[in-house]
């Protein structure tokens, strides 16, 4: 005769050998997301010390949360991308999305940013160099000071490049690359093209440019760091980056490197 108890103690037995392989794919699971939560941090660390104060870090966390989620989810290790470096992507761009949904930059600072692109873009064309401050701030009808504070201003907008841009689609086709991309021999070789149109737009900057993109988005200094190792103040490395940026804006246009990544 069976017991109740030792009913109960096989239906419990068989319940647990059943839920086995989700227990473990859910353990499996939490150990990943565990794992990659400081990378999260750290990248809403970097992300918030380079944009304006109203913006909350703690926002920028959970929107990046949003994005490890949404990684751990989706990730196919038959693509051959390391989950790190998927993840990332997803994190970043689950951010940059947050912030793009705040809406914080006013129309009139994009259109700015998008009036020193136009001058920049015409006085490039006409003299084959990148266009110098004096000739940009002319342009703009201002002093070179105002310029300058026009540059900080439009610090936060170009920060991390074309990505806050409302209207460039660059970011959104990068963070689909490793869903998309695969072994493609030609998805390979178009973003090869990229990369060599980016590399020649960078060697057209004005050297100090080139240094503070090549320290700030490669050796990922922050722009303290930078302001110590040039020693100019933490302000002006903003100004330069910005001016940067947006000379590379001119010289690559969104739909441009849209195209090259379809």
Not at 60 to 74: F, H
Not at 167 to 179: A, G, I, K, V
Request: hydrophobic fraction near 40%; aromatic fraction near 4%.
């Amino acid at each position: 005769m069976i017991t109740t108890s030792t009913s109960a103690r096989r239906m419990t037995a068989n319940r647990e050998a059943s839920s086995c392989p989700s227990t473990i794919a859910n353990e499996k699971r939490r150990a990943l997301i565990e794992t990659h939560l400081p990378q999260v941090r750290f990248i809403a660390e970097r992300l918030a010390a380079k944009l304006p104060p109203s913006v909350d870090k703690d926002d920028l966390i959970g929107a990046g949360l949003l994005g490890l989620l949404d990684a751990v989810d989706r990730y196919d290790p038959s693509r051959g991308v390391m989950f790190k470096t998927y993840s990332e992507l997803r994190v970043r761009g689950a951010m940059l999305d947050s912030l793009r949904d705040l809406d914080w930059a006013p129309r009139s600072v994009r259109a700015q940013a998008r009036a020193v692109e136009v001058i920049c873009q015409q006085i490039e064309q006409e003299c084959g160099r990148a266009a110098k401050e004096e000739e940009i701030a002319e342009g703009l009808g201002v002093s070179l000071p105002e310029f300058h504070a026009l540059l900080s201003k439009l610090n936060g907008l170009t920060v991390m490049g074309l990505d806050l841009d409302n209207e460039n689609e660059l970011s959104q086709s990068l963070r689909q690359l490793p869903d998309d991309v695969g072994h493609s021999p030609l998805a390979l070789y178009e973003r090869a093209e990229v990369c060599d149109r980016l590399t020649t737009a960078i060697d057209q900057l004005p050297e100090r440019d080139r240094q503070i993109i090549a320290l700030y988005y490669v050796e990922e200094l922050t722009m303290k760091e930078i302001g110590q190792l040039l020693e100019v103040t933490e302000s002006r490395v903003s100004q330069i980056h910005t001016q940067a940026v947006l000379r590379l804006r001119a010289a690559l246009p969104a739909s441009q490197l849209s195209e090259a990544l379809a």
